[in-house]
């Protein structure tokens, strides 16, 4: 029989769980926000010069016009996909929470020497370590399970200081961080 390592009842924070997800999601997006920072730059570099030319000669560049046009829809594409996925998510998180306050959702979680379990009463992921991988975002542990695109997502207000470092400890121990 595996041993149980660690054993935690998580309750519903709202608050918490809006404030954890909020941080997940930037982090998720990264990544695109950095690319967006630079379409910005770019197009700011080009409108500079666009109107250098106009202002220095008279005549305004058409490689100008048309590399300014090409950068700027990008920089248009970038930030409608960004705000949209944003709208969309935290819409998700609205109903999850409005489901979750409905049935006084309690999460749990088990750690043996072989697997990691989270249950609730909308789902039930298990997970042995080696499928298994974390990062740290901030105060957040962030819980991967490589088969599901769900994860988990614990902070130490949440669980409790010794909870919370002995869930990192055991994930440490067990998994692998996320490259």
């Known amino acids: 029989m595996e041993e149980k390592l660690l054993t935690l009842e998580i309750p519903l924070n709202e608050n918490l769980y809006r404030e954890q997800l909020k941080k997940f999601f930037y982090?998720?997006?990264?990544?695109?926000?950095?690319?967006?920072?630079?379409?910005?730059?770019?197009?700011?570099v080009m409108l500079i010069l666009t109107?250098?030319?106009?202002?220095?000669?008279?005549?305004?560049?058409t490689l100008y016009i048309i590399l300014?046009?090409?950068?700027?829809?990008?920089?248009?594409?970038?930030?409608?996909?960004f705000f949209?996925?944003?709208?969309?998510?935290?819409?998700?998180?609205?109903?999850?929470?409005?489901?979750?306050?409905?049935f006084n959702?309690?999460?749990?979680?088990?750690?043996?020497e072989n697997d990691i379990f989270f249950?609730?009463?909308?789902?039930?992921?298990?997970?042995i370590w080696k499928k298994t991988n974390f990062e740290f975002v901030d105060n957040l542990i962030i819980v991967n399970f490589e088969n599901s695109l769900q994860?988990?997502?614990?902070?130490?207000?949440?669980?409790g200081k010794d909870n919370f470092n002995k869930l990192i400890s055991i994930v440490k121990m067990y998994s692998q961080e996320k490259n």
């Open 105 to 112: 959702n309690i999460g749990f979680l088990e750690l043996t």
């Open 68 to 81: 300014t046009t090409i950068l700027a829809t990008i920089l248009y594409v970038q930030l409608f996909q």
């Open 51 to 61: 109107l250098l030319s106009y202002f220095g000669k008279g005549e305004i560049s």
């Open 84 to 102: 949209k996925n944003k709208k969309m998510y935290f819409r998700k998180v609205d109903e999850t929470l409005k489901e979750c306050k409905e």
């Open 27 to 44: 982090n998720r997006w990264k990544k695109g926000l950095g690319e967006i920072k630079r379409s910005i730059i770019y197009v700011l």
């Open 151 to 159: 994860s988990f997502l614990f902070e130490e207000k949440e669980i």
């Open 119 to 127: 249950k609730n009463k909308f789902i039930e992921q298990k997970s």
